[in-house]
């Protein structure tokens, strides 16, 4: 995937402010899965959601891209409730890059990252301006040589490309990514990396690696049990403390150039723990 600035969509991407309050969501009739979380983020912050499993981060997602409409509490895309927006005003404002969904599956991948444009106007300029984004896009993602295979053939990181891609293509202000590495090797991995840092949008993405998050992130929001434990600045926020109490690991924290590199190991049990289950 290219990272350089020259293989950037050739229309600068707008970043926006994104700011949740007192966000609540749980399915109809059930306690709330996620709720007292409450953020802002400046346009151009990249936020790192992490947390263990079922913490409700892919939940949270679900809120700030329009899919879930909050029990209490707001979103607001630059300044607007992301609810008084219509749909497709909405997607002008934020992309998502999710797990592949069943649905797309049936298309090439020229037709799914065309698909990014869907809420862009129409018209002989709309639609210049829109293949020379889908183009600017697929280079960015090196997926252009794939463009006439069926998404459905794709290796796991190919696929990730193209859904990375047809975000681009949609020009968001806000670009959201649920655990956006997965699938990658290593080399893409770091330029998936590069990539995230580079873009000239907010950007907000869970992530299970804390290194990773401290590679790409600005800032970082600690989910646990549907808890915000913390949100602020990387280095200052990824404690060992909280990591213990977020994560029940040990944690070592380290420099590791401009980043950070953590160790775990599991707690040591305590001595009366262990004679009590071996009693
Ligand atoms: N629509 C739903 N109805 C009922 N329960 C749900 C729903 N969506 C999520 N959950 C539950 O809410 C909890 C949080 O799920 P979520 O997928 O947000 O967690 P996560 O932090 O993304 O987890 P993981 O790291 O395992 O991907 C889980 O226990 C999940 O089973």
């Known amino acids: 995937m290219q990272t350089g600035s020259g293989a950037g969509p050739e229309k600068p991407d707008v970043a926006l402010s994104l700011e949740a309050t007192d966000l609540a969501w749980g399915p109809p009739g059930r306690a ?4 007292g979380v409450s953020f802002a983020l400046t346009p151009g912050d990249r936020l790192a959601i992490v947390g263990p499993n079922g913490a409700g981060k892919s939940t949270l997602l679900r809120c700030l891209y329009r899919l879930h409409r909050p029990l209490a509490g707001a979103v607001r895309v630059g300044g ?23 649905g797309d599956f049936a298309f090439t991948v020229q037709e799914m990252v065309d698909a990014g444009r869907t809420p862009h ?9 829109g293949a020379r984004a889908v183009a600017a896009a697929m280079r960015r993602m090196e997926v252009s040589h794939l463009a006439g295979r069926a998404f459905s053939t794709l290796s796991g990181g190919e696929k990730q490309r193209a859904l990375i ?5 949609q020009e968001p202000g ?42 790409v992130a600005s800032k970082v929001l600690v989910l646990r049990a549907g808890r915000q434990m913390a ?19 040990e944690a070592e924290i380290a420099p590791r150039g401009p980043s950070l590199r953590f160790d775990y190991r599991l707690p ?10 071996s009693e």
């Open 32 to 35: 709330p899965l996620i709720s």
């Open 80 to 102: 607007t409730d992301l609810w008084s927006l219509a749909p497709r005003l909405a997607a002008r404002k934020i992309a998502a890059v999710l797990q592949e969904a069943p």
């Open 121 to 129: 106007a129409g018209g002989i300029a709309g639609r210049a301006a």
């Open 165 to 169: 891609a047809r975000a681009l293509a």
């Open 174 to 215: 806000v670009l959201v990514l649920d655990e956006p590495t997965n699938h990658l090797d290593i080399r893409h991995r770091l330029e998936a990396v590069e990539l995230l840092r580079g873009l000239a949008m907010t950007i907000v993405t869970t992530l299970h690696d804390l290194d990773m998050a401290a590679d």
């Open 231 to 249: 949100f602020g600045p990387v280095s200052g926020t990824l404690q060992p403390a909280l990591i213990r109490q977020s994560f029940d690991v």
């Open 268 to 277: 040591e049990r305590r001595a009366d723990s262990s004679a009590e289950s």
